[in-house]
Every structure is written in structure tokens, then in C-alpha cells.
């Protein structure tokens, strides 16, 4: 079993729509949780960051961590084509180095 | 613009040269990472730097070759490499790799690298 699990999709959705993405993970020392977006042939960017669990809204982003269910999930309100991308779930414990372990990412498609 | 920035965009080189890749970040940050990402794969972890000094190497094969000449600079030396290392090489930086606090990375845009 992988640590971490991500449906790869590709998900498809049209342009207005809410997208849910999840991931859900095994080791119970994970506590950082992180959402990174990556467009093609770019790096993967930090987009959503939290600490244990609980929720955080950052405009049209808002990041779920549920502990209890190893489960964590990203919504995406109001969906643009620009969001189109790879979406990276990553978690850390918080030790050696701060380690990180990537989900398989992602890929969404928003329709104009 | 990222704020972590690497050097060269593009390399496509032959299985007998020798090439760096290069890496420079003026966040402050101390603690730098390399990662390898194949096509539609997520990142994996090369090595791990902590105050210039290497702190995790993921049994990562000599041909790859880490140095940190200091806080703010990174390379990673190649040779002898195989067409299957072809891949995005990623360099990433955050603040720190102990106390109490971890906030994620800052991830370069990357080197394309082609193994000929």
C-alpha cells in the first residue's frame, strides 16, 4: 500500500464548477499537509498549506484535513480554464528533513 | 517569477559527458532539496541539504553527484548518465529541516533533462 493515494483522474469539469480533488494517506505522523499546483513543464507550486487538521480558505481554494479518516481534499469554487493543471496532494511529519511524500497528482481539465 | 532559480531550462546531453545542474535561491532558506519527476509521475526525492551540509540521500546512484558551495546555491553534477535518467530535475528550498515549523516548498521551474 502506497503511503499516499491520488486518483490520477483526468478530471473534467466545466468552467463554474466545483472540483473536488482528494487523497487519502496511511501513516498517521504525517501532520503538515500541502496542495501544490503543477502546469506542464513547470514546477510544482505551493498552493495550499495546513498544519494538523481543520479547514483554510484562501479565495476560491479551500483545504480539508480530516485525521481521524486519514483524508484530506481541495475545492476549487468557481473553476476557470486557467485552473487546469496538476493537483499534488504532499505530506510531511515533520522530521527527517522534512521529508515529504508526494500523491500521484491530479490532472484537471477545466472547460471553457 | 519563482523564487528559486535554475540553470539551464533545457540540457540534452550524450551518456560520456559531464554537465551540472545548477540551482540558486536569496530566501534565507537553509535547506535545499533536489527531486526527479518523470512524465505524469510526482516528484521523488534525491537529496536533502541542511546548512550546506547533505543530510538524506535516497540511495540515489553515483552518477549523481550533490554539492553545496553555500547557503544560497546548490548544483547537481551528472556523468555517465542513462537515457532513463532523463527526467525534470526540480530543486526546492524551505526555511529549515528542524524546529517546530515547516510550511511547505519553494520548487525551482525546473531543468529538462534529455539523456542521449
Known amino acids: 500500500q502506497k503511503e499516499v493515494e491520488q486518483d490520477p483522474g483526468p478530471l473534467s469539469v466545466p468552467e463554474g464548477a466545483i472540483v473536488s480533488l482528494n487523497c487519502t494517506y496511511s501513516n498517521s505522523a504525517f501532520q503538515y499537509f500541502m496542495w501544490y499546483r503543477q502546469y506542464s513543464r513547470k514546477g510544482p507550486e505551493l498552493l495550499m498549506y495546513t498544519y494538523s487538521s481543520g479547514n483554510k480558505e484562501d479565495g476560491r481554494f479551500t483545504a480539508q484535513v480530516d485525521k481521524s479518516s486519514k483524508y484530506i481534499s481541495l475545492f476549487i469554487r468557481d473553476s476557470q480554464p486557467s485552473d487546469s493543471a496538476t493537483y499534488l496532494c504532499a505530506m510531511s511529519a515533520g522530521t527527517g528533513g522534512f521529508k515529504t511524500i508526494f500523491g500521484a497528482g491530479t490532472r484537471l481539465f477545466v472547460k471553457a | 517569477d519563482t523564487e528559486v532559480t535554475q540553470t539551464p531550462k533545457h540540457l540534452v546531453m550524450g551518456m560520456t559527458n559531464k554537465k551540472s545542474l545548477k540551482c540558486e535561491q536569496h530566501?534565507?532558506?537553509?535547506?535545499m532539496y533536489w527531486y526527479k519527476q518523470k512524465a505524469k509521475k510526482p516528484p521523488e526525492l534525491m537529496f536533502v541539504y541542511s546548512y550546506e551540509k547533505l543530510s538524506i540521500n535516497e540511495s540515489v546512484p553515483s552518477r549523481f553527484s550533490p554539492e553545496c558551495p553555500n547557503s544560497s546555491l546548490l548544483n547537481l553534477h551528472l556523468h555517465a548518465l542513462q537515457p532513463e535518467d532523463s527526467a525534470l530535475y526540480l530543486c526546492?528550498?524551505?526555511?529549515?529541516?528542524?524546529?517546530?515549523?515547516?510550511?511547505?516548498?519553494?520548487f525551482g521551474s525546473g531543468t529538462r533533462l534529455t539523456v542521449v
Open positions: 526546492a528550498s524551505s526555511p529549515d529541516t528542524i524546529g517546530t515549523a515547516f510550511y511547505g516548498y519553494t
Open positions: 530566501m534565507g532558506h537553509r535547506a
